[in-house]
């Protein structure tokens, strides 16, 4: 008997585990698609704007969220403006709640 529930406490582990892998990594294509559709490559690819390639390791998801919805919370917290010399700010983005959501997933996963 006891065999029996530790395979099922397994089994429902790996598969709270799957669904949790797969929600994350949805998200964050979700992420990347309405990074590009908002036009953000066209400052942080082309080098109007920071590299964003290891920015998931400096920030965590509430701040992205933060700092997509209204960069001034940032600035004021960080207390500086722009956060990098030699930047412009970063103005602030016209996108709805859960393309923010989605784009803080993406940049968390930028490492």
């Known amino acids: 008997m006891k065999l029996k ?5 397994v ?27 908002l036009g953000c490559p066209s400052c942080h690819i082309a080098g109007g704007a920071p590299s964003l390639a290891h920015v998931g ?7 992205f969220v933060d700092w997509v919805s209204d960069p001034e919370i940032i600035y004021a917290r ?10 412009q700010p970063m103005p602030r983005m016209e996108a709805s709640h859960r393309d923010i959501e989605a784009i803080s997933y993406f940049l968390s996963a930028l490492r």
């Open 5 to 9: 529930s530790w395979r099922g406490l």
């Open 11 to 37: 089994l429902a582990l790996c598969l709270v585990a799957s669904v949790a892998i797969w929600y994350r990594s949805h998200r964050i294509s979700q992420g990347q698609e309405a990074f590009e559709r």
């Open 57 to 63: 390791v400096k920030y965590n998801r509430p701040t």
């Open 78 to 87: 960080l207390g500086r403006k722009p956060l990098n010399p030699g930047y």
